[in-house]
């Protein structure tokens, strides 16, 4: 498809296990965004690709959150050890230029630990 | 670290009426941006703004960028059922992070048809 894509859409899983979230990027596009969207919240930053470049890391909100960019397109974001308050939906974006601005979002990946 | 205050938090409005929703912060962004959710969907982007005072139109959107740079309007006129949803304002971070945005809380909007 033309948009960004992610899976899966839902997912349910028991406190202490681990999940990975998959986004599929528009092609082309060099920069890819992590957020999250906590209920009733704002999205909040969570890692940043751009090209070959070191990625920002710095909104990864504990050391059970990792991510990773295969080729320059797509991105899983793992988290390990999931807890209650990882519970939230899960954003990806992409954008053609390095501003930020410009962000080409997907649907989103809606987890919910129990 | 930044951070952006949206006013007001839900607004329940019929057919046809204007909106207004305003965005401020304490310290000065060079950019302002406003994004709209549809439910179940990603943010889209609606309008951008770069310039202190400006004011910029999508179709029945306005956003204007505030002279101190400390705050950002985005009216509707004429609202529809298909308007319903959060609106976002967001803007870069400072420095050379400027690839990373702040995002307020956002206003969710209904429309009664």
């Known amino acids: 498809g033309a948009g960004v894509s992610q899976s899966p859409s839902n997912k349910v899983t028991e406190k202490g296990k681990d999940v990975e979230l998959r986004c599929d990027p528009i092609?082309?596009?060099?920069?890819l965004y992590w957020y999250r969207q906590s209920l009733g919240q704002g999205l909040e930053f969570l890692i940043y690709f751009q090209g070959n470049s070191a990625p920002d890391k710095s909104g990864l909100p504990s050391d059970r959150f990792s991510a990773e960019r295969t080729g320059g397109s797509v991105s899983t974001l793992t988290i390990q050890r999931t807890q209650q308050e990882d519970s939230a939906v899960y954003l990806c974006?992409?954008?053609?230029?390095?501003?930020?601005?410009?962000?080409?979002f997907g649907s989103g990946t809606q987890l919910s630990v129990l | 670290g930044q951070q952006l205050n949206q006013s007001p938090q839900s607004m329940f409005i019929q057919e046809g009426e204007d909106v207004s929703m305003n965005c401020t912060s304490s310290s000065i962004f060079n950019t302002w941006l406003w994004y709209k959710q549809d439910p179940g969907e990603g943010p889209v982007l609606l309008i951008a703004l770069y310039k202190a005072g400006e004011l910029t139109s999508n179709g029945r959107l306005t956003a204007q960028f505030g002279i101190t740079r400390k705050d950002s309007f985005l009216n509707i006129s004429a609202s529809i059922p298909s308007d319903v949803g959060i609106y976002f304002c967001a803007g870069p971070d400072s420095g050379g992070s400027n690839y990373k945005l702040t995002f307020g809380k956002g206003t969710l909007l209904t429309v009664n048809p």
């Open positions: 092609s082309g596009h060099t920069a």
């Open positions: 974006a992409s954008s053609f230029d390095r501003t930020g601005e410009k962000l080409f």
